[in-house]
């Protein structure tokens, strides 16, 4: 698990750590195609703040990426957001959607023999891990 040091790992989440002035990466996982998606963000008060939609959304592996600014245009504070994707077929039925975040593992400690990493300010354990990569995450 110490040999994890530095690498880039993909894993679930339905969170995103956003840095103020910067756009925010959203990774999602579609089942299937999607004739409408909706990718909403939540402030840590469950308040929606932003909607994105996309139309005409292939199966797979997709990308939304937030500006950072709330509905009126204004920018938001750093900090995490949670995230809710509605994905819906041509017959206006609900498809399942996994998310996926990338980060670098900064710190790895041990809990009661089982190692526990540190992605950002998140804490996961080796299930949580969907893959490794070698290098800078992004």
């Known amino acids: ?28 996982l579609l089942s299937s195609d999607a004739t409408t998606v909706a990718v909403n963000l939540y402030d840590t008060q469950g308040q929606l703040v932003h909607t994105l939609e996309k139309n005409a959304v292939a199966a797979g592996k997709q990308t939304a990426l937030w500006n950072g600014l709330d ?10 957001y949670r995230v809710d994707v509605v994905a819906r077929d041509a017959s206006g039925g609900t498809i399942p959607v996994e998310f996926m975040q990338q980060g670098l593992v900064r710190e790895v400690v041990f809990e009661d023999g089982l190692p526990m990493l540190r992605v950002g300010e998140r804490w996961l354990s080796l299930p949580d891990i969907k893959s490794i990569q070698t290098g800078a995450a992004g």
Request: glycine share 14%; charged share 25%; no cysteine.
């Open 71 to 80: 509905e009126k245009g204004q920018p938001l504070p750093s900090g995490s």
């Open 1 to 28: 698990a110490v040999s994890l040091l530095g690498k880039s790992v993909e894993f679930s989440g339905e969170e995103v750590a956003h840095q103020e002035g910067t756009a925010t990466e959203i990774e999602f």
